[in-house]
């Protein structure tokens, strides 16, 4: 297996990306450890991953506050003794062209998008570095890569995800710590469906389709290393 005995953190694993990429990592060995802020969804997930005959810990988080995060952590190293894989997932999008931009909806953005990925980095790069290895997947966007109308405030939280994880793996390099960031984009989630009601569904990407991607990230040898992959669409 690919992932046999590795540890995975993952947020936002309730549903779309974050669960497709937990049961696509347990189909090759990981044991997970689900978070999100809705508890109900990521027990559900740790049921289906536990039927599988792998192990899950589910943890409620909100991964804007740095004493979620540190207890995340505190109960991962707890449980299983260590973190191997962390996929920063958890996310929001509020669309609005930016003269309409809410303060508040701006700051939420990037306390989720971009201070939670700092947030969960930080917490487990020390650990990651005292192991010699680990790898961190940052999951941002196209609108990352290309600005769009009605999204100030989403886009340029995920542009900085691609910064932060150009330096983390940078930093992390002469540690044996990889980062990797997947841009993908419109993919057929509750986040883009409650955004684009007129979507044709058709036309997007799958979960299960981002978490393949980052699932040959993750399962790539020592020697090798993808820093950055986009998933283009039809509708792009």
């Not at 978070?35 to 990521?42: L, S, V, Y």
């Not at 207890?71 to 996310?91: H, M």
């Not at 010699?132 to 940052?138: E, M």
Request: aromatic letters at 6%.
């Amino acid at each position: 297996m690919k992932l046999g005995n590795r540890i995975a953190i993952i947020t936002g694993a309730g549903r779309g990306i974050g669960r497709a990429t937990a049961l696509a990592f347990v189909k090759e060995g990981a044991d997970i450890v689900l978070a999100a802020r809705t508890e109900t969804e990521i027990n559900s997930v740790a049921k289906e991953i536990e039927q599988l005959g792998r192990r899950a810990l589910a943890v409620k988080t909100d991964v804007q506050y740095k004493s979620d995060v540190e207890a995340l952590v505190t109960q991962t190293i707890e449980t299983f003794g260590k973190v191997d894989i962390l996929v920063n997932n958890a996310g929001v999008a509020i669309h609005n062209p930016i003269e309409k931009i809410r303060e508040e909806d701006w700051d939420l953005t990037m306390a989720v998008n971009l201070k939670g990925v700092f947030l969960c980095t930080q917490a487990v790069l020390s650990h990651m570095y005292e192991q010699k290895h680990g790898h961190i997947v940052n999951v941002s966007s196209v609108s990352g890569k290309y600005g769009h109308v009605n999204g100030g405030s989403y886009c340029a939280s995920k542009f900085a995800v691609i910064g932060f994880t150009e330096t983390t793996n940078n930093e992390g390099r002469r540690y044996g710590v990889k980062a990797s960031v997947v841009c993908p984009g419109p993919v057929d989630t509750k986040m883009r469906r409650d955004n684009h009601p007129d979507d044709v569904i058709e036309n997007l990407t799958q979960p299960e389709d981002v978490a393949d991607l980052i699932l040959f990230l993750v399962s790539q040898s020592p020697r090798a290393h993808t820093l950055e992959t986009v998933i283009r669409t039809p509708l792009m």
